[in-house]
């Protein structure tokens, strides 16, 4: 079983930065691909950003690529989302994605779910 805890969301200004972590607990990180997903208000859920397992490559939607990093580090089991320049239509909570198949987080799934993290951006 594998449990994502999603932290560092918060409120702030258009033109900040966030960096959110996902913390993951279970066995065999590195061997998931992950990834972001968010939900605005009234929206559905959209994919955000992706990192495979193999750390080779790193894949965004296009409404935050060049503004937003992903990475993440399997000797802590975590999994990171820097948001620079962030403006008010990133507003959502974001969640955590997870999956040994690297399709699933690339289209916007997952096979766990955490509780998300909220990011307000003022205007």
């Known amino acids: 079983q594998v449990q994502l805890v999603e932290s560092g969301g918060g409120l702030v200004q258009a033109g900040g930065s966030l960096r959110p972590p996902c913390a993951v607990s279970?066995?065999?990180?590195?061997?998931?691909?992950m990834g972001w997903l968010r939900q605005a208000p009234g929206k559905e859920r959209e994919f955000v950003a992706a990192?495979?397992?193999?750390?080779?490559?790193?894949y965004y939607a296009g409404s935050v690529k060049g503004r937003f990093t992903i990475s993440r580090d399997n000797a802590k089991n975590t999994v990171y989302l820097q948001m620079n320049s962030l403006n008010p239509d990133d507003t959502a909570v974001y969640y955590c994605?997870?999956?040994?198949?690297?399709?699933?987080?690339?289209?916007?799934?997952?096979?766990?779910w955490g509780q998300g993290t909220q990011v307000i951006v003022s205007s």
């Open positions: 994605a997870a999956s040994l198949q690297w399709r699933v987080v690339t289209t916007g799934g997952s096979d766990y």
């Open positions: 990192i495979p397992s193999s750390d080779v490559a790193t």
């Open positions: 279970g066995r065999s990180f590195s061997r998931y691909s």
